[in-house]
Nanobody, 124 residues
Framework: QVQLVESGGGLVQAGGSLRLSCAAS????????MGWFRQAPGKEREFVAA????????LYADSVKGRFTISRDNAKNTVYLQTISLKPEDTAVYYC?????????????????WGQGTQVTVSS
């Protein structure tokens, strides 16, 4: 089992940037593929990015490709989401998720563990 805690959200102006972090505790972090999802008000949760266990492979939603970068530091048990050129439509609660022995999963049902989320608000 793994516990996930997100941080780094906040209020930022359009065009700005944030770096989200997700700290994991519990079983060996490097056993887990990691992902980021987001949920905007009134909308379903959607896939943002995923990274495989050693960080060598990543996957992005088309809406964030070129603006967001997912990375991980297995020595620190942490996955990151660096965001740049933020837009008001990026406003959402951002969740990290973990899948044991996965590759780069992009569907919610593929993940076993979820954090509580961190709010990102982008003002126009």
């Amino acid at each position: 089992q793994v516990q996930l805690v997100e941080s780094g959200g906040g209020l930022v102006q359009a065009g700005g940037s944030l770096r989200l972090s997700c700290a994991a505790s519990g079983r060996s972090f490097s056993d887990y593929a990691m992902g980021w999802f987001r949920q905007a008000p009134g909308k379903e949760r959607e896939f943002v990015a995923a990274i495989n266990r050693n960080g060598g492979s990543t996957l992005y939603a088309d809406s964030v490709k070129g603006r967001f970068t997912i990375s991980r530091d297995n020595a620190k048990n942490t996955v990151y989401l660096q965001t740049i050129s933020l837009k008001p439509e990026d406003t959402a609660v951002y969740y990290c998720a973990a899948r044991l022995l996965g590759y780069t999963p992009r569907f919610e049902y593929e993940y076993q563990y979820w954090g509580q989320g961190t709010q990102v608000t982008v003002s126009s």
